[in-house]
């Protein structure tokens, strides 16, 4: 499973983006799909999750009420909508993909996209 994700820039605190990851040559239907963020210096973590069943999301606490991950199987993408946007939420932001049922748990993913930088300025 190759994933890409997109749509990272510069944006100022308080601005809004939208990432999308997209998957070339197979549906993510069967997949539970992941963010996750690696700022500098720091471990990567899990930023939020959503199951294969679309059911209710997983995130983390620093993100809820923020951020929102949804899947469009129609479109074989997933989103990580982000407002209210912190300089804490500069990273590197990765989509990835699993089966497992750990899928709360970054040990549960098995195929990552290359990362879309995401800076937010005070």
């Known amino acids: 499973v190759q994933l890409q994700a997109s749509g990272g820039g510069l944006v100022q605190a308080g601005d809004s983006l939208r990432l999308s990851c997209t998957a070339s040559?197979?549906?993510?239907?069967?997949?539970?799909m992941g963010w996750f963020r690696r700022a500098p210096g720091q471990e990567r973590e899990i930023v939020g999750a959503?199951?294969?069943?679309?059911?209710?999301?997983y995130y983390i606490d620093s993100v809820k009420g923020r951020f929102t991950i949804s899947k469009d199987n129609a479109k074989n993408t997933v989103y990580l909508q982000m407002n209210g946007l912190k300089p804490e939420d500069t990273a590197v932001y990765y989509c990835?993909?699993?089966?497992?049922?750990?899928?709360?748990?970054?040990?549960?993913?098995?195929?990552w996209g290359q990362g879309t930088q995401v800076t937010v300025s005070s």
């Open positions: 990835a993909a699993s089966q497992n049922v750990n899928w709360r748990m970054e040990a549960g993913y098995k195929y």
């Open positions: 040559g197979v549906s993510l239907r069967p997949y539970h």
């Open positions: 959503i199951n294969r069943s679309l059911g209710v999301p």
